[in-house]
């Protein structure tokens, strides 16, 4: 079976991050990237799927020319080969329209993405895909099982409850992080990767589809907690303190 | 602006007092029918079409997740999700895990489509009509849901909970803040992370996957404060935050915190506390 993952690079996650000069993003220089999260946990569960049925494994990605490293790091991991959409949006709606019209060359028979990204944290992508694509769709998925022409998945819902829900085939799903284990890439992969093919896909501005219907104004530090009395310093004299608090102040201990 | 809120259990309250603040007038439905993705997309999309409203809004539950971004796109619109403030034209959510705030403006016509995050707004009363649609094909097919085996730990009846997040590392570093816990007489948790690796139970993991804990202290160590774990534990009458990150979100929640690293100040917290112990309590 084809399998795609549409994986997402977002900043490293220890990074310091601070505002741009515009107030409306973060400043990327010299900021280090990865990939998603979630969308690892994606790229595990297709690379598995591959092991379990055979086919192949194409990974997605939509961003600047940066992404071509994170897609070169998924190949280095397993996957066959890499589509690389060149797009400098952020708009959650005109990637996914991007994405969508890659994908529908490749009709794949199932597609797969992390439930979320770890920068704008819209949660959104797969779930418009499915739509754009006009394929069934099911999110936050825990288990993935392919039978003849369908998919049945265990999806997760609030406070430990779960449901299984099976979709004919093609279908999009979004995945939830810790459903398998992520594997390293060998030195062998890595080899590999180098040779493995990464489709460039530049587009015009009019390809990018409609208009953003919702506009990051401005991106801030949240208020700053007034009630919060945070020590730092010396461990032992901030740990005195802290239990001197609780002890006289809170009674709790 | 004329507002939708579509509905469902979860959260009706808070979703009703959302919408009337957002604008009037306000109607409030229901959708009366099992739910699967495609059958409330369609659903959705007939009700929309004949109330004809700027706004729609949603609780940020799980089922909303499911279906209203593809509900929203074959409108051409982005759903704006999780929202934790403001009113049309521009609303508050958070972006890179809590680490900013983003103040997002709507662009062009409506209907535009916002979720809100759970226990953001207080929850008033909700007059709702329930909406049956004409026709509702699926291609998901449902099972009922289920719940895995019991939970071997009860979180909420803990008055003290020591929760453990990314910052310890690495699973052999655990006894670290298990000597907190036991020193406090506390049940140990987590946060996600830590539980899909493997390191602690699922049973003891404290967030919107997991469990909802309102304890009388919560000591979240090495926790940067996602908004999935923050709905877990909001509750907690005192918050105790250790991170070494200054600008964790965690300490926007925390009545009490240390800045440090949690492998230097756990262990003399723990020394602090036994010190304690041999006082009598004030």
């Known amino acids: ?253 | 602006m004329s507002v939708l809120a579509i509905v469902e259990q979860r959260m009706a309250g808070e979703v009703f007092a959302a919408a009337q603040e957002f604008g009037s007038p306000v109607s409030a439905f229901s959708i009366d029918h099992p739910y699967t993705a495609d059958a409330y997309t369609a659903a959705a999309e007939e009700l929309i079409r004949k109330v004809n409203p700027t706004l729609v809004v949603f609780g940020h539950t799980y089922q909303t997740r499911d279906y209203a971004p593809k509900l929203a796109a074959r409108f051409g619109r982005v759903l704006i999700s999780d929202v934790i403030a403001g009113k049309p034209p521009v609303f508050v959510r958070q972006m890179f895990q809590g680490k900013f705030n983003a103040d997002v403006r709507l662009a062009g016509d409506g209907p535009h489509f916002v979720s809100i995050q759970a226990g953001a707004w207080r929850a008033g009363s909700v007059p709702v009509e329930t909406f049956s649609p004409s026709s509702a094909t699926s291609r998901q097919v449902p099972e009922a849901p289920f719940r895995e085996a019991a939970r071997a730990v009860d979180l909420t009846a803990a008055d003290i909970i020591v929760s453990v997040g990314r910052g310890i590392k690495e699973k052999e570093n655990l006894p670290v803040v298990e000597a907190l816990a036991r020193a406090l007489g506390a049940e140990l948790a987590a946060s996600r992370p830590i539980c899909d690796a493997g390191w602690l139970p699922m049973d003891r993991q404290v967030g919107s996957s997991g469990q909802t804990v309102a304890p009388k202290v919560y000591f979240a160590v090495g926790i940067s404060g996602a908004i999935q774990h923050l709905v877990g534990m909001k509750g907690a009458k005192t918050v105790v935050a250790i991170n070494k990150d200054p600008n964790a979100p965690i300490f926007e929640v925390a009545h009490y915190g240390i800045i440090g690293d949690l492998f230097e100040v756990v262990p003399a917290l723990v020394e602090e506390i036994k010190k304690t112990k041999s006082i009598p309590p004030p």
């Open chain 1, 1 to 253: 079976m084809k399998i795609a993952v549409a994986i997402k690079q977002v900043p490293l996650r220890e990074s310091p991050l601070r505002v741009n000069a515009a107030g409306t993003w973060i400043e990327e220089d010299n900021l280090g990237f990865e990939i998603n999260e979630p969308d690892a946990y994606a790229l595990e569960e297709a690379l598995q799927l591959r092991e379990k049925h055979g086919g192949e494994v194409i990974v997605i990605s939509a961003g600047p020319a940066r992404v071509s490293q994170t897609l070169r790091e998924a190949l280095a991991k397993g996957a066959d080969r890499g589509i690389h959409v060149d797009i400098a949006t952020l708009d959650t709606l005109r990637v996914a329209n991007v994405l969508a019209e890659a994908l529908r060359a490749e009709s794949p028979d199932l597609i797969l993405t992390g439930l979320q990204s770890d920068d704008l944290g819209y949660g959104q992508t797969g779930v418009i895909l499915a739509e754009l694509l006009g394929l069934p769709g099911s999110t936050i998925i825990m288990q993935v099982e392919i039978k003849p022409g369908k998919v049945r998945v265990k999806r997760e819902l609030e406070d430990g409850w779960f449901q299984h829900i099976e979709m004919p085939l093609p279908a999009v799903l979004t995945i939830q992080s810790g459903l398998n284990k992520l594997r390293y890439a060998t030195l062998m992969g890595i080899k590999k990767a180098k040779t493995k093919e990464i489709k460039l896909i530049t587009l015009d501005g009019a390809a990018e589809g409609p208009q953003a219907s919702a506009v990051i104004e401005k991106l801030y530090a949240p208020g700053k907690n007034q009630q919060g009395q945070i020590f730092d310093g010396d461990p032992k004299a901030a740990a005195a303190k802290l239990v001197e608090k609780l002890r006289f102040e809170a009674r709790v201990l």
